[in-house]
C-alpha cells in the first residue's frame, strides 16, 4: 500500500498515560488515529474509564473478542474531549497475527509506540516480564511495521537510557546504557539499539526516539490524567494523592544532595506539551526527506527540586501537603534535566507549560476522580 | 519437580556446530542429553546428516509432526560416537507452548542454551531477524524454564561483547556492550544483561556466561565437524575449503595490523575443549552451592595470526593454500585474545589441544566430506 498520502497513525499503548493525552492534538492536527492496547494496566485504572465507553451512558458498548483485534470501538473520555469516535484493537504485541491483522485493515503513514511496562522499581521484580513485553513486543511490532511497509515510527524512550548523569543539562550526545539499574532503563536502551540497526540495515526507515523526562499534569478539563494502580511510584501523583487526603504523607527521599535545597531534582514536563512533542515529532517524520534514527530529549530544560513541587502544589490546591523526610534511595541521583534546545532547532518543539500549570492541571484532575478514574466524586 | 538429582540436560541448538560435538563429553561424563533445534540452520548444512538419520540405512526413520514436538527422534551421527540414543525436539524457541511441553516431559538439572544465529555480517543485513530469535527467543526459554523450576543455566556468549580490545588479554573485567559494531554481538550483550537482572530479581538462579573466542576444529573422528552454508564466514573451514579444492584463494584482510606478522590474531580454540568446558561449567553448576550469573572466557589464551594458521593447516594438510592479501575489513581489530586464567581457577578447565590439533582434526573432517555433510567423499 502507498501510505505516503494517509494521515493514519498508529498508537500502541493508545490508552496509557501519554497515549492517551497524545490522542488529543494528534485529532486537532487532522491525523486519523488508531489505538492499540492490550488494557493491561487499564483493567484497574483510568483507561476503563478514560477509553472504554461508558455503559450505562451509552450508545457505544465496548465488545471484543479476546484478541482477535477484529473490534474497533469508539472510545469515551477522549472522544468527549476531541468529539469524534477513536479505532481502538484490544491486541497484545506479542500477539504477531493480531498486530498483523490491524496493519492488514489499515493504511498507517506512520507508528506511535507507547506500549510498554514502565515501573522502575517493579522491573527489578519481574524483569523477564519487562523484557517480553517491551523488548520482545517491540521486536514483533517492528517486524510487522517492516512486512507492510511501513517504516516511520515515533518512538517513547525515557531519559533513564542515560544512568547517572555525567554532567548537566544532559544532550542528546550523554553517554547511554552505561550502569542501568533497572530492567526498565535497559529495556528501553535495547529497543533504541534494535532501532539503531534497523535503520543502518534498511534506508528507508525514518525513525525518532523520544527520550522523555518526567511527564505530569492533566489534560486541562480535568476529566483525562494519571491514574496510577496502587501506590504511585512517581512525585507528582503522590502529592496529589496526598493532598486530597487519600494517603496521610510523603516520604522524600533524601534532603541532603548537592541541590538548592538539598532534595532531588528532576526536569518536569506537562503531559500536553509532551503529547505535543508527538505531533511535532510525526510532521518531521511525514515532511522531512531523512532517514535514520535519531534520538531527541523532550523536556523544559528546567530542574525544580522534590520541595519546590510540594510547595507549587500546595499554593495551587489550598492544601497542606504533609512530607517526612527519609533515607536517599538507592539508584537514586541528586540532579537530572535536559538540554532541550535539539528539540527546539529540530522539531521546533519546546514545552510551554509551567510548573504551576503542571500542578493546577493535577489538581482539577484529581478533585474531579479522588480516588482515580474509577470513583468519580 | 524435583530436579536436584536429575542429569538430564536440556540443550537449545544442539543440533548446530557447538551443540552437537558438545554432545559427545557430556554423555561420556553421564548425562542425559534432550536435544532441541528448529534446524533453521540445519536443512542445509552438516545438521542433516550430522543429527539426523541416515534414511538408506535405518532404522530410525525422521518424522516430526511440525512444531509441536512430540516426536524425539534419536539421531545418527553423534549417536554412532557415543553408541546411545540422543532425544530430539525439532522445535523453535519462539513456540512458547511447544518449547513448555517439552519442559513438561523431562525432569530436566540444567539448560545449554546454544541456540542463536551467529553470523556476525548477517546480523547487519537482518537485524531484527537477529534480535528475535537470540533475543526473544531466549526471553522466551528463560521465561519457561522459570516456570518449570529450572534455574540452571549455561548461555553461550561470545567474546565479541567486549568490542573492540581495551587491553590485552581481555579478562571478564574488560568493559563490555561499548561500541558493538554488529546486531549479533548486540543480542549476545542483552542477553547477558537480561540474564543478570534475573539472577538479581531471583536468589535461586545460577547461571554461567561462557564466554567463547574463536571455536574451530572437528571431532578427531572426522565424522562431525563444521559445515558452514554458502561461504564460510570465518577463517578455518575457509582455509579448509581452499585446501580441499573447493575455493581458489583465500582473501586475507590486511597485513598491515601490529602483529607478529601484519595480520590479524585470534585466540582459536579446539571445538572440543570448547565442548568439554561445557561439562565443566555444568558440574559447577550442580555443585557449587551458588546463585547469581557469572562470565567466564572461554579461550586458549594464546593468539596466532592469520598467516600462522595458514602456514599450520598447510604443513598437517599437505595442500598448499593459496592467499591474497586484501584490505582491512572495517570492525576488525589488530588481536583479540583472553585471559584463561579464571576459566582455570573457577571451572577447573583448560584448553589443552594445539593449533596443529585444530588443524588435522579441521582436515580430516574436511577431507571425509569435502563437500560439507551433504556429500561424503
Request: charged content about 20%; proline content about 5%.
Amino acid at each position: 500500500m502507498d501510505n505516503s498520502k494517509s494521515k493514519c497513525v498508529l498508537l500502541t499503548g493508545g490508552a496509557g498515560y501519554v497515549g492517551s493525552h497524545t490522542i488529543i492534538p494528534l485529532i486537532e492536527s487532522g491525523y486519523e488515529v488508531v489505538v492499540l492496547d492490550n488494557l493491561s494496566n487499564a483493567c484497574k485504572g483510568h483507561i476503563k474509564r478514560a477509553l472504554m465507553p461508558d455503559v450505562a451512558r451509552g450508545p457505544h458498548v465496548f465488545k471484543t473478542t479476546g484478541n482477535e483485534g477484529q473490534n474497533p470501538v469508539p472510545i469515551s473520555q477522549v472522544e468527549k474531549l476531541v468529539g469524534k469516535p477513536v479505532t481502538f484493537y484490544n491486541v497484545d504485541l506479542l500477539d504477531y497475527d493480531s498486530l498483523s491483522k490491524v496493519f492488514d485493515k489499515h493504511n498507517f503513514c506512520c507508528v506511535i509506540h507507547f506500549a510498554g511496562l514502565k515501573a522502575v522499581g517493579e522491573s527489578c521484580i519481574i524483569p523477564l516480564t519487562y523484557y517480553r513485553v517491551n523488548v520482545s513486543g517491540s521486536i514483533n511490532l517492528f517486524q510487522v511495521m517492516k512486512e507492510h511497509n511501513v517504516k516511520k515510527l515515533v518512538f517513547s524512550s525515557s531519559s533513564t537510557v542515560y544512568g547517572e548523569p555525567q554532567f548537566l543539562p544532559i544532550t542528546e550526545s550523554h553517554p547511554v546504557g552505561q550502569n542501568l539499574l533497572n530492567g526498565y532503563a535497559k529495556s528501553k536502551y535495547y529497543i533504541e539499539g534494535i532501532i539503531q540497526d534497523l535503520c543502518n540495515s534498511d534506508k528507508e526507515w525514518f525513525v525518532i526516539i523520544l527520550r522523555y523526562f518526567n511527564p505530569v499534569g492533566a489534560h486541562p478539563s480535568g476529566i483525562l490524567g494519571e491514574d496510577p494502580t496502587g501506590i504511585p511510584n512517581n512525585l507528582m501523583p503522590y502529592v496529589a494523592q496526598v493532598a486530597v487526603g487519600n494517603r496521610p504523607c510523603i516520604n522524600v527521599f533524601g534532603n541532603d544532595y548537592n541541590t538548592v535545597d538539598g532534595t532531588g531534582v528532576r526536569d518536569y514536563l506537562h503531559i500536553m506539551d509532551l503529547a505535543e512533542g508527538h505531533v511535532s515529532a510525526l510532521q518531521k517524520l511525514q515532511n522531512a526527506n531523512e532517514n535514520g534514527a535519531i534520538a531527541i530529549n523532550l523536556g523544559t530544560g528546567n530542574g525544580y527540586s522534590v520541595l519546590q513541587v510540594i510547595d507549587m502544589f500546595s499554593q495551587v490546591s489550598g492544601q497542606k501537603v504533609k512530607y517526612a523526610i527519609a533515607d536517599r534511595r538507592a539508584g537514586d541521583c541528586a540532579s537530572s534535566y535536559c538540554d532541550a534546545s535539539f528539540a527546539k532547532s529540530y522539531l521546533g518543539w519546546q514545552a510551554k507549560r509551567t510548573l504551576k500549570e503542571m500542578c493546577e492541571d493535577t489538581w482539577r484532575w484529581q478533585s474531579l476522580y479522588p480516588q482515580g478514574f474509577s470513583t468519580k466524586k
